[in-house]
């Protein structure tokens, strides 16, 4: 049975179909997290199980696990794996640099440490992730439950030394409790509004003790396929211009999507 996708789901699943271009045998990859790394699993679960893709997967959370082990993608630990060839995952943020902020699914940390084990990180998103300026998303920064008032309130005062336009932070909240990361951490979420200077934020945030690890993924994908809605698919690599892909023909990608929903 096939389906018409909503334009922002169509754009998602466009950017994951052009990802698996980048997938060849015998890869080792790193799984991310999110709506649109779930359309890659989907996509990368259907050339296994179709044409023998033989690669091997470690997710990067406990959402990812589950829904790989469901569709059947064989997965492994980071220590085992050691290092990764490619990596694909999603992002909330990313500007014309590819500096990302992530974590708005609260992976954050499990995402970077199998990013920066891989020799290439790719980002797949839709057009709206992109801008020019990054901090309208609200940047996660995973924190130590511990004291975690007092790591809030100095990460707030600290930001007064930096070029961003706001300062309040929010505690996420699932539920109406803390949200508990996969590495039992709490998230604050900075409303920054605009980050000026990326790397001076990530090094001023990460210097505070009970701050585990931040959102802002600097120097490490080296390239990206945004999806469009209107059907086409950039990518886009570091000093490099856009490359426009057409999209499948139409019957191609409904005989797709019908495949994955079997
Ligand atoms: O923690 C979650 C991840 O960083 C996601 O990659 C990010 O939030 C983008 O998710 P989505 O593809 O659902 O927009």
Same mark, same amino acid.
Not at 7 to 23: C, E, G, I, S
Not at 119 to 145: H, Q, S, Y
Not at 164 to 185: A, C, I, K, M, W
Not at 220 to 246: C, K, N, S, W, Y
């Given at each position: 049975?096939?389906?018409?996708?909503?334009?922002?789901?169509?754009?998602?699943?466009?950017?994951?179909?052009?990802?698996?271009?980048?997938?060849?045998?015998?890869?080792?990859?790193?799984?991310?997290?999110?709506?649109?790394?779930?359309?890659?699993?989907?996509?990368?679960?259907?050339?296994?199980?179709?044409?023998?893709?033989?690669?091997?997967?470690?997710?990067?959370?406990?959402?990812?696990?589950?829904?790989?082990?469901?569709?059947?993608?064989?997965?492994?630990?980071?220590?085992?794996?050691?290092?990764?060839?490619?990596?694909?995952?999603?992002?909330?943020?990313?500007?014309?640099?590819?500096?990302?902020?992530?974590?708005?699914?609260?992976?954050?940390?499990?995402?970077?440490?199998?990013?920066?084990?891989?020799?290439?990180?790719?980002? !797949?998103? /839709?057009?709206?992730?992109?801008?020019?300026? @990054?901090?309208?998303? #609200?940047?996660? &920064? =995973?924190?130590?439950? +511990?004291?975690?008032?007092?790591?809030?309130?100095?990460?707030?005062?600290?930001?007064?030394?930096?070029?961003?336009?706001?300062?309040?932070?929010?505690?996420?909240?699932?539920?109406?409790?803390?949200?508990?990361?996969?590495?039992?951490?709490?998230?604050?979420?900075?409303?920054?509004?605009? !980050?000026? /200077?990326?790397?001076?934020?990530?090094?001023? @945030?990460?210097?505070? #003790?009970?701050? &585990? =690890?931040?959102?802002? +993924?600097?120097?490490?994908?080296?390239?990206?396929?945004?999806?469009?809605?209107?059907?086409?698919?950039?990518?886009?690599?570091?000093?490099?211009?856009?490359?426009?892909?057409?999209?499948?023909?139409?019957?191609?990608?409904?005989?797709?999507?019908?495949?994955?929903?079997?």
């Amino acid at each position: 049975m096939s389906r018409e996708l909503s334009p922002p789901d169509r754009a998602k699943f466009l950017a994951a179909r052009q990802a698996l271009t980048f997938v060849e045998d015998g890869m080792r990859l790193g799984l991310g997290t999110g709506s649109t790394a779930a359309w890659f699993h989907r996509l990368l679960a259907e050339r296994i199980h179709r044409e023998g893709l033989n690669v091997i997967g470690v997710p990067t959370s406990s959402r990812t696990r589950d829904l790989c082990n469901a569709l059947g993608v064989p997965l492994t630990t980071l220590d085992d794996a050691g290092w990764l060839d490619l990596t694909i995952d999603g992002a909330d943020e990313l500007d014309e640099s590819l500096t990302l902020i992530k974590g708005g699914g609260g992976a954050l940390l499990l995402e970077k440490i199998v990013a920066t084990a891989s020799d290439r990180m790719l980002v !797949i998103a /839709d057009g709206a992730k992109r801008v020019k300026t @990054l901090g309208a998303f #609200p940047l996660p &920064v =995973e924190i130590v439950p +511990f004291g975690w008032k007092t790591t809030k309130a100095i990460v707030e005062e600290a930001l007064a030394d930096l070029d961003v336009d706001g300062r309040n932070s929010t505690l996420r909240l699932h539920n109406s409790e803390p949200f508990v990361t996969d590495e039992g951490h709490f998230i604050i979420d900075l409303h920054l509004g605009r !980050i000026g /200077d990326a790397t001076a934020l990530a090094h001023l @945030l990460t210097d505070i #003790p009970g701050v &585990v =690890e931040t959102g802002l +993924f600097i120097g490490i994908a080296q390239a990206a396929v945004i999806g469009e809605p209107g059907g086409t698919v950039i990518r886009m690599t570091l000093h490099e211009e856009d490359r426009v892909i057409a999209p499948p023909a139409p019957e191609e990608e409904q005989d797709l999507i019908g495949r994955l929903e079997d």
